[in-house]
């Protein structure tokens, strides 16, 4: 008996898209799969810009602002 695989795909906009992407490969049709859709509410995004500059100053930058972010309680 073969051994059980189990993979998740994320970030896909429905089950069928998820099926499309998966049957566009040459073996998918060789093995055989099981789909369950789950749904599941995700945190917001905040996004920071950091203007261009020396990667070392950004990345400076960067971790600076989630420093911040981690001591501060939203």
């Not at 049957?23 to 799969?33: C, D, I, R, S």
């Not at 917001?44 to 960067?62: D, E």
């Amino acid at each position: 008996m073969p051994a059980l695989v189990c993979g998740r795909l994320g970030l896909i906009p429905s089950l069928d898209a998820a099926k499309a992407l998966v049957a566009g490969q040459p073996m998918a049709g060789e093995v055989g799969l099981g789909w369950q859709e789950v749904t599941r509410e995700l945190p917001s995004f905040h996004w920071v810009i950091i203007p261009p500059q020396p990667p070392a100053v950004a990345l400076k930058q960067f971790r600076d602002i989630q420093r911040q972010a981690s001591i501060r309680t939203w």
